[in-house]
């Protein structure tokens, strides 16, 4: 049975860094998969936040993300990392993987996953 954990969520002061991770049970996250981070904000929608196809190691991120926020994956602990630095406020959300079959990191719709975590909770705030 599929089954994603997410940890690695809590409360930072802005400008600080968290590294979240989302280990599988049930899958092999070394080919024809993509994996995905989402967000969602209290009385937003869920967004996309970064990509990685688990065959090359091919990446994509949102515009309010890039070059803060680093994904990659752990191929011996079975486990995609999101690697958070320089956090704001605006990042406050709880934060989700998921995973879809296939090679596709050029979109990030939820609706193209159809297996979730439970959720992880990020705080940023002085």
């Known amino acids: 049975q599929l089954q994603l954990v997410e940890s690695g969520g809590g409360l930072v002061q802005p400008g600080k860094s968290l590294r979240l991770s989302c280990a599988a049970t049930?899958?092999?996250?070394?080919?024809?998969?993509?994996i995905a981070w989402f967000r969602q904000a209290p009385g937003k929608e869920r967004e996309g936040v970064s990509c990685?196809?688990?065959?090359?190691?091919?990446?994509n991120y949102a515009d309010s993300v890039k070059g803060r926020f680093t994904i990659f994956r752990d191929y011996a602990k079975n486990t995609v990392y999101l690697q958070m630095d320089s956090l704001t406020p605006e990042d406050t959300a709880v934060y989700f993987c998921?995973?879809?079959?296939?090679?596709?990191?050029?979109?990030?719709?939820?609706?193209?996953?159809?297996?979730w975590g439970q959720g992880t909770q990020v705080t940023v705030s002085s």
């Open positions: 990685i196809d688990a065959s090359t190691g091919s990446t």
């Open positions: 998921a995973v879809r079959p296939g090679s596709s990191i050029a979109t990030m719709s939820p609706w193209e996953y159809d297996h």
């Open positions: 049930g899958i092999f996250f070394g080919y024809d998969h993509t």
